[in-house]
């Protein structure tokens, strides 16, 4: 028996049990005669004495442990005579009488503690190391009590959780896909699932009624902060079901997960808003509410006052910032800077300060006078003390997602996106389609298996930009934590839709036609949605990024610096799969 105890376990009511303990050498000091070392597992740290007097020996053999060593160490649990309130172990130590080194350590390249000195990248490096500090591993054990939380919600809901394939044929599904090829099947590729799509859909058809899945999904797309190339979803389905029934239920597997790992209580229904709404108020299909300062359109109110900037604009948007009229010049010039970085992409900011004296200040007094600026106010529901921020262009949804990211660093600065706080919103009555002026063609905009609302299927060929999906998202504190639809289940809807997605019918066969076949064997009405695992833990957990809630995850350019993947394979390798690298063009990349 390597140990009889954990390094998190001992308190006052053990004294004067003989214990043995393994772990990692946290760090060891010597004063006067006798030696403390902090032995570290995962459960805690407990302090173990080496006394000089007692085994002079032993104490010596204690000297000479590094951090990070591994040992094993016997002894009497007794109470310290200074308690460190600080750990759950602190009232008590461990007096050494033996100690095995069970391994050594090389000096770690950054310290293994809360506050490690090791910058990002030598963290990744050594990412196992790293996975022994407390944060991340706090993280890591919130994630296994979110999924474990998961699984017992929608397993008391009958949900049944059914593994689909990873290797699976490359259906456009929105991103890249990541493709694998086939050696069996030379010049032939499969590629990994983005999402278990048609799986869950083909499951349903089955007759399984509901299904889940803590799903792994592959998408190559360019990466950001909420973004893996590998991530997992918590993926559902269900049959006979309507979007009231799917927001209904998953709102309580929301509600569950945040109260038992978390004790967040939300006492409310989640609030709903239509995604027109979202765009108009905020600029964003997944809002941050957690405060105010939605948007307030001003053209009207701006023309024919000879200022050409908003005269020649198409559109006038501002936002109301609390309390903020005695920003300073300097202070003013950076949310200028701000604006007008090429991520935000403004010409410039226009500025109205609501003096306490009840007098208005702004940058464009030129052309404005006391009165106007009044009625600006009235209409931003302005106060003494407030001030006005104001954007304008040609065109209004480039306009306001600029407004939405000054909006949201303007939440910033205020300190009103508290990490504590946790405002959810499902963002409804999505489009189905979305054009693209770069292709010039619609895209769905959630997938092509998403349903149309019925009252808008006669527009679907006449005005496809007005036709409205049943689609769903769960949007939380700016991010979208999850989101799917009411489903296609109905052969020839589905080929309208495809045929409006620009496929030809053989296209559509050859992508989807397993599909097809299955809906002309008796579809259920089904609908689903599937969250982001990873942002639903880096949300509970307060983190910035996903990346600090996964075990081993890539940087920003989709490596895995610890064992320096994607890397190159063998000529045999390739030559087994009938591949050749262009590397003439490779090298002009
Ligand atoms: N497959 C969708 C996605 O990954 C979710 C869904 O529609 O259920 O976004």
Redesign the pocket.
């Known amino acids: 028996m390597y140990r009889s105890n954990t390094c998190g376990e001992l308190r006052m009511a053990n004294v004067g049990q003989e214990v043995t303990l393994a772990g990692w050498v946290q760090k060891a000091r010597k004063m006067g005669g006798m030696t403390f070392v902090d032995i570290r597992d995962r459960y805690g740290i407990t302090q173990i004495v080496f006394n000089e007097e007692v085994d002079a020996a032993l104490c010596e053999k204690a000297n000479k442990l590094g951090r990070e060593f591994v040992i094993q160490v016997k002894g009497t649990v007794a109470e310290r005579s200074s308690k460190n309130a600080n750990i759950p172990t602190g009232d008590i130590e461990v007096i050494a009488s033996t100690l095995v080194i069970l391994h050594t350590s090389d000096v770690p390249p950054f310290t293994i503690e809360d506050n490690s000195d090791g910058g990002d990248d030598i963290r990744m490096q050594y990412r196992y190391l790293d996975l022994r500090r407390n944060p991340v591993r706090k993280n890591l054990e919130l994630r296994h009590k979110i999924a474990f939380e998961t699984r017992r919600f929608l397993d008391e809901h009958q949900f049944l959780e059914v593994e689909t394939p990873i290797l699976i044929k490359s259906t456009p599904e929105g991103a890249r896909d990541f493709v694998v090829p086939s050696r069996m099947n030379p010049g032939e590729f499969y590629a990994l699932p ?4 048609l799986f ?1 859909q083909l499951l349903m058809v089955a007759g399984y009624d509901r299904y889940f899945q803590i799903a792994k ?1 592959f998408r190559d797309e360019d990466l950001r902060a909420d973004r893996q190339p590998e991530f997992t ?1 918590i ?3 269900m049959s006979f079901v309507e979007q009231e029934d799917v927001i209904n239920l998953f709102e309580e597997m929301i509600k569950h997960i945040f109260r038992t790992t978390k004790g967040v209580e939300f006492k409310e229904a989640f609030p709903r808003m239509t995604w027109h709404e979202c765009m108009r108020l905020y600029g964003s299909d997944k809002p941050d509410i957690r405060f105010g300062m939605q948007f307030v359109e001003l053209k009207d109110l701006t023309e024919g006052h000879n200022f050409v900037v908003f005269d020649s604009a198409k559109f006038v948007v501002g936002i109301c910032a609390e309390g903020c009229a005695s920003y300073t010049r300097k202070q003013l010039d950076a949310l200028t800077d701000f604006v007008k970085k090429p991520q935000v992409g403004a010409k410039g900011l226009v500025y109205v300060k609501y003096e306490q004296d009840g007098s208005l200040k702004s940058s464009v007094d030129k052309f404005y006078s006391q009165e106007d600026l009044k009625v600006w106010a009235e209409r931003f529901n302005a106060k003494p003390g407030d001030l006005m921020l104001i954007l304008c262009g040609d065109n209004a949804d480039k306009t306001r997602k600029q407004m939405c990211e000054l909006r949201l660093e303007m939440g910033e600065r205020l300190g009103l996106r508290d990490k504590n706080k946790f405002a959810p919103l499902w963002v409804i009555d999505f489009p189905l389609f979305e054009w693209s002026e770069e292709d010039q063609r619609f895209y769905a905009m ?2 092509p298996f ?1 349903s149309p609302k019925a009252e808008d299927i006669p527009y679907l060929e006449s005005d496809p930009g007005r036709v409205r999906a049943n689609a769903y998202d769960l949007a939380m504190n700016g991010v979208e934590l ?4 009411i489903r296609i289940h109905d052969s020839e809807l589905q080929n309208r839709m495809f045929s409006l997605l620009g496929f030809t019918p053989e296209q559509a066969k050859d992508q989807f036609g397993f599909l097809m076949d299955a809906f002309r064997f008796g579809a259920p009405p089904h609908g ?3 969250f982001g695992l990873d942002r639903v833990v880096s949300m509970l957990a307060g983190l910035d990024s996903i990346r600090d809630c996964i075990a081993f995850p890539k940087n920003n350019s989709g490596r895995d610096v610890m064992n320096d993947a994607p890397s190159k394979i063998a000529d045999a390798q390739l030559e087994e799969l009938f591949l050749k690298i262009d590397l003439a063009n490779l090298n002009k990349k």
């Not at 999850?482 to 639809?485: A, F, V, Y």
């Open positions: 983005q999402s278990p799509q869950k999904c979803q993926d559902c389905e959630h997938h998403t999850g989101g799917g639809s689903g949605l599937a």
